[in-house]
């Protein structure tokens, strides 16, 4: 895919898009500024920040369809989370309408994400949106992008691992049993359908990362699948053949998408997508952790334990380090125990004050993000086309979601349960 003459924003060379864009993010910056101080620069990041974000222009209308990724970078001392939380629902009133199904949003008018942090957090350890803040743009203060210490070889497979499951997590989100009738509501299938397309743009970082060829670039990253795909990756291509084509259409449609539509059934693409994202995921962690797949629930089983026992310890090395402290394999291991154990702990304090009581402690030690990751699958996979359940996914699905909040809201159907109780521990957790 060529490289087209670009925009500020797109790859749309409409002065449009720019200018409504310019000004979007002048109103964003101004309340950034109004309500903290102490702030060093605002990064844009995402795909806007790139060059690559994704916008309709309809009539002279331009619509965004995609979250502005901002990144805070301050002097000093972050604010409270409370604080930046605050901050976030007052950009959210001010600047967009929500369009949510209760328990999911799958889109919003420009949905400005903020990110508090510093330089030095940025550069405490190796992660993949870290390192694209250095091809990202600065929309307010010092540029501090040559000042981001990591390169390609420094990123760890965690970070992609992490974010296949996301994806995973999105594809649960945007659908509901009832889809099955073919009852997709009108107003959320243009979002249906860019959140289920956005699964192949994922897979090819993840493998771009694996083969150690990974570029920020969305059309880069395309060019760099369709030269090693079959050659890098000869199981997976045996398998998904087709992956190269899905993820050009996928990419297209998330450039441009008014020139580059998807005509497809909506829910048979939504299956078919769950099924080569699960494909790509047996592949990534036989890569990554070096484990088999046999059915979902000895995978999501090993997960758990893999994830327990290696997720943090990119993190925790990178910190370590930072502080001049050993990092050899006895301190890296007890610095994971207690690493897992604080985030359960941070978990049950935010339980507490919501009034629900929970300890998941209790449930093992793993962390809740890693509780929630290995639980995904499980999820996603335990329902079927012709609306039958696998009672073994769902069961055990539902047993590790013990520890999560009950909704008020009770579900007839056992799958829009587990859904439900696992979207709200999903939006409570800290998924580093």
Not at 24 to 48: D, H, K, P, Q, T
Not at 263 to 290: A, P
Not at 323 to 349: C, D, G, H, Q
């Amino acid at each position: 895919m060529k490289k087209r003459s670009m925009g500020k924003y797109t790859i749309l060379k409409d002065p449009r898009v720019d200018k409504y864009i310019d000004k979007y993010l002048e109103g964003v910056v101004e309340a950034i500024l109004s309500n903290l101080s102490g702030i060093r620069s605002i990064i844009l990041a995402g795909g806007f920040g790139k060059g690559e974000g994704s916008v309709l222009v309809n009539n002279g209308s331009v619509k965004p369809l995609r979250d502005m990724d901002l990144v805070i970078l301050f002097r000093e001392k972050t604010p409270s989370t409370v604080l930046i939380k605050n901050l976030q629902e007052k950009l959210q009133d001010k600047f967009c309408s929500k369009n949510v199904d209760d328990e999911y949003y799958l889109m919003g008018d420009l949905i400005p994400d903020i990110k508090a942090t510093t330089l030095e957090s940025i550069n405490s350890f190796p992660d993949i949106f870290t390192y694209d803040l250095k091809k990202c743009k600065i929309i307010y203060g010092e540029d501090v992008r040559s000042k981001i210490k990591w390169n390609l070889e420094d990123i760890p497979l965690r970070t992609n691992a992490r974010a296949l499951f996301q994806k995973a997590i999105a594809l649960i989100g945007a659908f509901h049993v009832e889809y099955l009738d073919g009852e997709i509501p009108p107003h959320f299938r243009e979002s249906f359908l860019r959140e289920t397309s956005r699964a192949y743009i994922e897979i090819c970082v993840g493998l771009c990362l694996l083969a150690k060829r990974y570029d920020p670039s969305s059309i880069q990253r395309l060019d760099i699948l369709r030269e090693i795909y079959e050659k890098e990756f000869p199981d997976l291509y045996e398998i998904v053949p087709d992956l190269v084509d899905k993820v050009e259409t996928s990419t297209r449609y998330k450039l441009d998408p008014a020139n580059n539509t998807i005509d497809v059934n909506l829910l048979e693409y939504w299956f078919e997508t769950r099924d080569d994202l699960g494909e790509v995921i047996k592949f990534y962690f036989s890569e990554y952790l070096n484990i088999p797949f046999r059915n979902w629930a000895q995978f999501a089983t090993s997960i758990e334990s893999h994830l327990t026992k290696e997720y943090y310890l990119p993190v925790i090395a990178a910190f370590l380090k930072n502080k001049n402290a050993p990092t050899n394999s006895l301190v890296l291991s007890f610095s994971n125990l207690l690493f897992n154990i604080k985030e359960n702990i941070e978990y049950s304090r935010l339980a507490f004050r919501n009034r629900h009581l929970s300890i998941p402690l209790l449930y093992g030690i793993s962390s809740p993000a890693i509780k929630v990751l290995s639980t995904t699958p499980l999820v996603l996979f335990s329902i079927n086309r012709d609306k039958t359940l696998n009672s073994i996914y769902i069961n055990m699905a539902l047993k590790k979601l013990k520890f999560a909040k009950l909704n008020k809201k009770r579900h007839k159907d056992l799958w829009e349960e587990a859904r439900s109780r696992f979207l709200n521990v999903v939006f409570s957790v800290n998924m580093i």
